[in-house]
T-cell receptor
């Protein structure tokens, strides 16, 4: 079964630091990769998408993709307490299934 | 702009009772529609997805079913709920033929007692 793996955490970082979240996936043909943020009791919110190898920056967020190593990461610069949430990695396996496979998420705690 | 509505927000049901959760999307046509379930502290499990009216794929054998009576309406049902059906149910949509970015509704927290 195709899998998306994330460390469950919690990952604790001090305010202002860089938070680094990692994700590995098993299906080599995967084409599209997404990071969602989920606050407790709320639905996931899309924060980043990445489709090609390298870095993609959007404000304080940088997504990094390495298809050869089958990992995708999310960096959050200048972490704020409001960034405390669970971050879900999602992969489109491009099998015609037309659905995303999600990791179980990494819980991030930003300490003020 | 596109919006997705999902209701109810919370639901407490006894074991063996029926279930109906509804989701509608506005501001787009021919969307792909999805039902996911999230158990406490767990990731999202795909239950059903639909690429069109009466075109529904089931991912996990279970006592749940889905229907799409209209292009932008997706319904999740059960005739008899089990304790294991408890969880956070999420409806989502994506642009058909797109890169499958999913946009989620606000979710339904279902507790089966």
């Amino acid at each position: 079964q195709k899998e998306v793996e994330q460390n469950s955490g919690p990952l604790s970082v001090p305010e202002g630091a860089i938070a680094s979240l990692n994700c590995t996936y098993s299906d080599r043909v995967s084409q599209s990769f997404f990071w969602y943020r989920q606050y407790s009791g709320k639905s996931p919110e899309l924060i980043m998408s990445i489709y090609s190898n390298g870095d993609k920056e959007d404000g304080r967020f940088t997504a990094q993709l390495n298809k050869a190593s089958q990992y995708v990461s999310l960096l959050i610069r200048d972490s704020q307490p409001s960034d405390s949430a669970t971050y879900l990695c999602a992969v489109n396996e491009d099998t015609g299934r037309r659905a995303l496979t999600f990791g179980s998420g990494t819980r991030l705690q930003v300490q003020p | 702009s596109q919006t997705i509505h999902q209701w109810p927000a919370t639901l407490v049901q006894p074991v063996g009772s029926p279930l109906s959760l509804e989701c509608t999307v506005e501001g787009t046509s021919n969307p792909n529609l999805y039902w996911y379930r999230q158990a406490a502290g767990r990731g999202l499990q795909l239950l059903f997805y639909s690429i069109g009216i009466d075109q529904i794929s089931s991912e996990v054998p279970q006592n749940l079913s889905a229907s799409r009576p209209q292009d932008r309406q997706f319904i999740l049902s059960s005739k008899k709920l089990l304790l294991s059906d408890s969880g956070f149910y999420l409806c989502a949509w994506s642009v058909r033929g797109g890169a499958e970015k999913l946009f989620f509704g606000s979710g339904t927290q279902l507790s089966v007692l």
